[in-house]
């Protein structure tokens, strides 16, 4: 569309402008025309409508006096006289007795038809007009007069026709003085001229020209006399420049003109200094006899090249310019000779520079290659010679702990001064080829860049020149590249080597990994298979390494880790070999075993040098080792089943109370396969449904009601039956199952939590044991409270049980978890307390509801004074924190009177009740008190 309105657009200003006014004009007249002839038309209508109104009063009264006396031809004339001359195409009167008197008009020829539309909108707008004939109260009949609607239509279609032909004459006068006035108007634009002689180059304005092109023309006629007077402008300054740049030329160039001959014309100051002759000499001349060596040939040069050398270093760059005249034949030459010495020796750098990247280049790929670093080093000395044009290079490398620099490569010096040392403090940047020059005996001018990295300092790289010399800084700066390169060669090497260290020995304790145990493990095995002695293996674990890093942390840990290793190779002899398997778990290679006997004193001043005090942070503490010994070749005959089977020992000792050892015994292997057996079963027990939860009660000593239950984990084996919770717990803890185990048990105690408050109106909360990797777990916090939701129980009937140790392995975690857990609305309490290790500090921020006192203090109630005065202080810490006190392991009535006594305000043990299944639950629920155990 915008296409075609851009086509059909006049070219011309003044058809534009003539399009525009006529469009408008079209639009006004149509527009108008409508207006007046909708005015016309409704006016026509009325007046029309009102008009037979009146006629038909007039007949009706005509009507009557002849209808009284039925004087019926009276009324037809009457009608028809009414019909001359009026808009209506019949008359009709029609008496009571239906008679009928119809009077039709007369067509009129001489009206032109109108459209059918408009006879319709007529016929629409106009209704029949009726009178009743009533004569002294009395209806004689009716009159109706009906409209002509054609005659009508027709006389309002000749009244626009009419309009719209005068409209379109006006219109048309119109539009012809208009565009008569437009082309006079803006003829004057057509005069606009930039005259480019001396006149002012303004356009003519007539008389009679409207103001806006008169303000026009006279602003087109300002902007072309700034145009000139810029041009102008613009032409001096170009002159201007041309002689700075002339002069510039001058100044930078020696610049001569000559004839199509060779002979001198013009020549500059620069020209008349280099030459040696005056101008008035040169002027005349030969360009030959001037000292310039060009002579004109039959050739036209344009831009012709030459380097040419003049007196001393210095070299020239010359160019021939021919100049043309209008016969395009050479007028004269202009020879033009820059001094291009500086940029001949900027040159030179480059090609330096780029034969330095090129020995850089290949002393870098030298060094990736990680060859001997001897071969690098000889390399390095013998580039430095060729990048810096010199015959003698050095390569010193520092020895900070003997404070001496030792020669390690040469490039010129002779062969035998390799390896000279010599006292030396390289520090603050003291040049080394100075303080070498007198050792290897060489005097004269030198550089040298350190070789250093990661903070120190590996040696120093140094050059040396025989005759006086200044070295520049590209130099010194591609001396130092070389040296760079060797540093990083340095560094990968040392990393090498440490990784090859790292690889085979344990970086906390410096004593071999267990990778470097196996290899000598295997040496051991084979020298003893060749002198035919024995050989034995020693593993060793540390008892409660793991509290010692939950109480204090790993730096503490580590701390005792590295003590233990020292007390280690304390205990063996000088062929022996210790070893850190990883964690707190150590070994030893004897690989001379004379006796069984010799191992166990072996194995007597472990156990004893492991069991002496640690001093950790200020304070001393105790852990103790449990040892296995394997030997060979009756214990095993490779070294993998050596180990394997020192480790099972290792396990009997720690299983037979810790803090002993233990030699291999075959039948070791079957306590070890059983446990493999139950670990594999376990996997598959949670998915069978062998787990089942048993519920001991706790009880208020103020009254004997239930207080809670604690629900206790139980495995019901298929073909083992209940297993005992200490053959699994430990299993569960170890290998991460407990946590799928603990969210069911969760799941499993929200459930019975539900079924119990079904049937029972109070329903005392439920304890539940949480390990350590629970407390870890990510997102524990809203584990559980999905799970509470989700069984629709009130959160107060659950409570957790946490141990000390899992609080204060990393407190400020458990802080948060706790709170978390106490926000939703459940117990918590801890579990053990006085076994572990607390902080008073972090116990108050802990948000819990009770405290636990374990059974080894309720035991020996109330004889024994030690336990009862930590009863009594526990009970004491607790209430004064407003915590609960529950007693654990209460079988007597002995225990009960004495906690009574002190004050505790719950207990639970076999006095009370033995852990019950939930179906046992239900009397103890309906009772208010609990009567003691038989």
């Given at each position: 569309?915008?296409?075609?309105?851009?086509?059909?657009?006049?070219?011309?200003?003044?058809?534009?402008?003539?399009?525009?006014?006529a469009?408008?004009?079209?639009?006004?007249?149509?527009?108008?025309?409508?207006?007046?002839?909708?005015?016309?038309?409704?006016?026509?209508?009325?007046?029309?409508?009102?008009?037979?109104?009146?006629?038909?009063?007039?007949?009706?009264?005509?009507?009557?006096?002849?209808?009284?006396?039925g004087?019926?031809?009276?009324?037809?004339?009457?009608?028809a006289?009414?019909?001359?001359?009026?808009?209506?195409?019949?008359?009709?009167?029609?008496?009571?007795?239906?008679?009928?008197?119809?009077?039709?008009?007369?067509?009129?020829?001489?009206l032109?038809?109108?459209?059918?539309?408009?006879?319709?909108?007529?016929?629409?707008?106009?209704?029949d007009?009726?009178?009743?004939?009533?004569?002294?109260?009395?209806?004689?009949?009716?009159?109706?007069?009906?409209?002509?609607?054609?005659?009508?239509?027709?006389?309002?279609?000749?009244?626009?026709?009419?309009?719209?032909?005068?409209?379109?004459?006006?219109l048309a006068?119109?539009?012809a003085?208009?565009?008569?006035?437009?082309?006079?108007?803006?003829?004057?634009?057509?005069?606009?001229?930039?005259?480019?002689?001396?006149?002012?180059?303004?356009?003519?304005?007539?008389?009679?020209?409207?103001?806006?092109?008169?303000?026009?023309?006279?602003?087109?006629?300002?902007?072309?006399?700034?145009?000139?007077?810029?041009?102008?402008?613009?032409?001096?300054?170009?002159?201007?420049?041309?002689?700075?740049?002339?002069?510039?030329?001058?100044?930078?160039?020696?610049?001569?003109?000559?004839?199509?001959?060779?002979?001198?014309i013009a020549?500059?100051?620069?020209?008349?200094?280099?030459?040696?002759y005056?101008?008035?000499?040169?002027?005349?001349?030969?360009?030959p006899?001037?000292?310039?060596?060009?002579?004109?040939?039959?050739?036209?040069?344009?831009?012709?090249?030459?380097?040419?050398?003049?007196?001393?270093?210095?070299?020239?760059?010359?160019?021939?310019?021919?100049?043309?005249?209008?016969?395009?034949?050479?007028e004269?030459y202009?020879?033009i000779?820059?001094?291009?010495?500086?940029?001949?020796?900027?040159?030179?750098?480059?090609?330096?520079?780029?034969?330095?990247?090129?020995?850089?280049?290949?002393?870098?790929?030298?060094?990736?290659?990680?060859?001997?670093?001897?071969?690098?080093?000889?390399?390095?000395a013998?580039?430095?010679?060729e990048?810096?044009?010199v015959?003698?290079?050095?390569?010193?490398?520092?020895?900070?702990?003997?404070?001496?620099?030792?020669?390690?490569?040469?490039?010129?010096?002779?062969?035998?001064?390799?390896?000279?040392?010599?006292?030396?403090?390289?520090?603050?940047?003291?040049?080394?080829?100075?303080?070498?020059?007198?050792?290897?005996?060489?005097?004269?001018?030198?550089?040298?860049a350190?070789?250093?990295?990661?903070?120190?300092?590996?040696?120093?790289?140094?050059?040396?020149?025989h005759?006086?010399?200044?070295?520049?800084?590209?130099?010194?700066?591609?001396?130092?590249?070389?040296?760079?390169?060797?540093?990083?060669?340095?560094?990968?090497?040392?990393?090498?080597?440490?990784?090859?260290?790292?690889?085979?020995?344990?970086?906390?304790?410096?004593?071999?990994?267990?990778?470097?145990?196996?290899?000598?493990?295997?040496?051991?095995?084979?020298?003893?298979?060749?002198?035919?002695?024995?050989?034995?293996?020693?593993?060793?674990?540390?008892?409660?390494?793991?509290s010692?890093?939950?109480m204090l942390?790993?730096?503490?840990?580590?701390?005792?880790?590295?003590q233990a290793?020292?007390?280690?190779?304390?205990?063996?002899?000088?062929?022996?070999?210790?070893?850190?398997?990883?964690?707190?778990?150590?070994?030893?290679?004897?690989?001379?075993?004379?006796?069984?006997?010799?191992?166990?004193?072996?194995?007597?001043?472990?156990?004893?040098?492991?069991?002496?005090?640690?001093?950790?942070?200020?304070?001393?503490?105790?852990?103790s080792?449990?040892?296995?010994?394997?030997?060979?070749?009756?214990?095993?005959?490779?070294?993998?089943?050596?180990?394997?089977?020192?480790d099972?020992?290792?396990?009997?000792?720690?299983?037979?109370?810790?803090?002993?050892?233990?030699?291999?015994?075959?039948?070791?292997?079957?306590?070890?396969?059983?446990?493999?057996?139950?670990?594999?079963?376990?996997?598959?027990?949670l998915?069978?449904?062998e787990?089942?939860?048993?519920?001991?009660?706790?009880?208020?000593?103020?009254?004997?009601?239930?207080?809670?239950?604690?629900?206790?984990?139980r495995?019901?084996?298929?073909e083992?039956?209940?297993?005992?919770?200490?053959?699994?717990?430990?299993?569960?803890?170890?290998?991460?199952?407990?946590?799928?185990?603990?969210?069911?048990?969760?799941?499993?105690?929200?459930r019975q939590?539900?079924?119990?408050?079904?049937?029972?109106?109070?329903?005392?909360?439920v304890?539940?044991?949480?390990?350590?990797r629970?407390?870890?777990?990510?997102?524990?916090?809203?584990?559980?409270?999905?799970?509470?939701?989700?069984?629709?129980?009130?959160?107060?009937?659950?409570?957790?049980?946490?141990?000390?140790?899992?609080?204060?392995?990393?407190?400020?975690?458990?802080?948060?978890?706790?709170?978390?857990?106490?926000?939703?609305?459940?117990?918590?309490?801890?579990?053990?307390?006085?076994?572990?290790?607390?902080?008073?500090?972090?116990?108050?921020?802990?948000?819990?509801?009770?405290?636990?006192?374990?059974?080894?203090?309720?035991?020996?109630?109330?004889?024994?004074?030690?336990?009862?005065?930590?009863?009594?202080?526990?009970?004491?810490?607790?209430h004064?924190?407003?915590?609960?006190?529950?007693?654990?392991?209460?079988?007597?009535?002995?225990?009960?009177?004495?906690?009574?006594?002190?004050?505790?305000?719950?207990?639970?043990?076999?006095?009370?009740?033995?852990?019950?299944?939930?179906a046992?639950?239900?009397?103890?629920?309906?009772?208010?008190?609990i009567?003691?155990?038989?």
């Amino acid at each position: 569309m915008l296409k075609l309105v851009t086509l059909l657009l006049p070219r011309t200003l003044v058809g534009r402008v003539f399009a525009l006014f006529a469009l408008s004009m079209l639009v006004f007249a149509g527009v108008g025309l409508g207006m007046f002839y909708r005015h016309q038309y409704l006016a026509h209508i009325e007046e029309t409508q009102d008009a037979a109104n009146t006629l038909i009063e007039v007949a009706a009264r005509a009507v009557e006096d002849s209808a009284v006396i039925g004087d019926y031809d009276t009324v037809r004339r009457t009608l028809a006289t009414m019909m001359l001359r009026s808009p209506f195409q019949s008359a009709v009167f029609i008496d009571l007795d239906g008679g009928t008197i119809r009077v039709e008009a007369a067509p009129d020829q001489a009206l032109a038809p109108a459209p059918a539309w408009l006879s319709e909108h007529v016929a629409h707008e106009l209704y029949d007009v009726n009178r009743v004939v009533n004569v002294g109260g009395t209806d004689y009949g009716v009159l109706r007069l009906h409209f002509d609607e054609h005659r009508l239509a027709s006389q309002l279609w000749l009244l626009l026709v009419q309009s719209a032909l005068l409209a379109g004459v006006i219109l048309a006068l119109s539009l012809a003085l208009a565009r008569a006035l437009l082309a006079r108007w803006l003829k004057n634009l057509g005069r606009l001229r930039f005259d480019a002689g001396d006149g002012d180059g303004g356009a003519a304005i007539s008389s009679d020209t409207p103001l806006e092109i008169r303000e026009a023309i006279l602003a087109v006629n300002r902007s072309a006399a700034s145009m000139r007077d810029q041009y102008g402008q613009r032409i001096d300054i170009l002159m201007d420049s041309l002689v700075q740049h002339k002069s510039a030329l001058d100044q930078a160039a020696i610049v001569c003109e000559v004839d199509r001959e060779g002979i001198v014309i013009a020549v500059n100051d620069l020209f008349i200094q280099e030459s040696g002759y005056a101008r008035e000499e040169l002027v005349g001349r030969a360009l030959p006899q001037a000292g310039n060596g060009w002579t004109p040939a039959d050739t036209v040069w344009r831009g012709e090249v030459a380097v040419a050398t003049r007196a001393g270093e210095r070299q020239w760059y010359r160019t021939i310019v021919p100049i043309f005249d209008t016969a395009a034949q050479v007028e004269k030459y202009i020879c033009i000779d820059v001094d291009i010495s500086e940029r001949k020796q900027f040159e030179d750098a480059i090609v330096w520079n780029a034969m330095r990247q090129g020995l850089l280049a290949r002393l870098g790929r030298k060094a990736l290659e990680g060859g001997p670093l001897a071969g690098l080093f000889d390399m390095a000395a013998a580039v430095a010679c060729e990048g810096l044009n010199v015959r003698h290079a050095a390569l010193f490398g520092f020895d900070p702990a003997a404070g001496s620099a030792t020669l390690q490569a040469a490039h010129g010096f002779p062969a035998n001064t390799l390896g000279t040392a010599f006292a030396c403090t390289p520090a603050g940047g003291e040049a080394l080829a100075h303080w070498s020059a007198a050792v290897l005996g060489f005097d004269g001018a030198s550089i040298e860049a350190a070789v250093a990295g990661g903070g120190r300092a590996f040696g120093a790289l140094a050059v040396y020149a025989h005759a006086a010399r200044t070295f520049q800084e590209d130099e010194d700066a591609f001396l130092g590249s070389l040296a760079n390169i060797l540093a990083s060669a340095v560094e990968r090497e040392e990393a090498r080597k440490r990784l090859t260290w790292l690889a085979q020995f344990d970086t906390l304790t410096g004593l071999p990994n267990r990778h470097r145990l196996g290899t000598c493990l295997e040496e051991a095995i084979a020298g003893a298979a060749l002198s035919g002695e024995r050989a034995g293996v020693m593993f060793i674990d540390l008892d409660r390494f793991k509290s010692v890093n939950d109480m204090l942390g790993h730096s503490a840990g580590d701390a005792l880790l590295a003590q233990a290793g020292a007390r280690l190779q304390d205990c063996v002899g000088a062929v022996d070999v210790v070893a850190r398997l990883g964690g707190d778990e150590f070994a030893v290679v004897l690989p001379q075993l004379a006796a069984s006997g010799q191992a166990e004193a072996i194995a007597q001043c472990i156990v004893e040098a492991l069991a002496q005090p640690f001093l950790l942070q200020g304070q001393q503490l105790f852990v103790s080792a449990s040892v296995g010994i394997a030997a060979w070749p009756e214990d095993g005959i490779d070294a993998a089943t050596l180990l394997k089977n020192a480790d099972t020992a290792m396990y009997s000792a720690k299983q037979d109370g810790r803090n002993n050892y233990r030699f291999y015994r075959a039948e070791m292997n079957a306590n070890a396969a059983l446990r493999l057996q139950t670990e594999s079963q376990l996997h598959l027990a949670l998915e069978r449904g062998e787990f089942e939860l048993h519920y001991q009660p706790k009880v208020k000593l103020a009254d004997n009601s239930p207080s809670g239950f604690e629900a206790l984990l139980r495995w019901r084996h298929p073909e083992r039956g209940l297993v005992a919770p200490g053959e699994f717990i430990s299993i569960l803890e170890e290998t991460g199952l407990i946590l799928p185990v603990g969210e069911w048990i969760i799941t499993e105690v929200c459930r019975q939590v539900q079924a119990w408050s079904a049937l029972h109106a109070s329903v005392p909360p439920v304890a539940i044991n949480l390990s350590a990797r629970q407390l870890a777990q990510a997102g524990f916090a809203g584990t559980v409270h999905g799970i509470v939701a989700a069984a629709g129980i009130d959160p107060r009937l659950l409570e957790f049980e946490l141990t000390e140790s899992m609080l204060m392995a990393d407190p400020e975690s458990a802080v948060r978890i706790l709170t978390s857990l106490k926000a939703q609305g459940m117990r918590l309490s801890v579990d053990d307390f006085g076994t572990g290790y607390s902080s008073l500090a972090y116990l108050k921020r802990f948000p819990l509801d009770a405290l636990k006192i374990d059974r080894t203090f309720v035991r020996d109630l109330p004889d024994d004074a030690d336990d009862a005065a930590i009863t009594k202080a526990v009970i004491s810490l607790a209430h004064s924190l407003n915590l609960k006190v529950v007693a654990e392991g209460v079988e007597t009535i002995a225990h009960l009177d004495a906690l009574r006594a002190y004050g505790c305000d719950e207990i639970q043990g076999y006095y009370i009740s033995k852990p019950l299944p939930a179906a046992d639950c239900a009397a103890l629920l309906q009772n208010e008190a609990i009567p003691a155990a038989a």
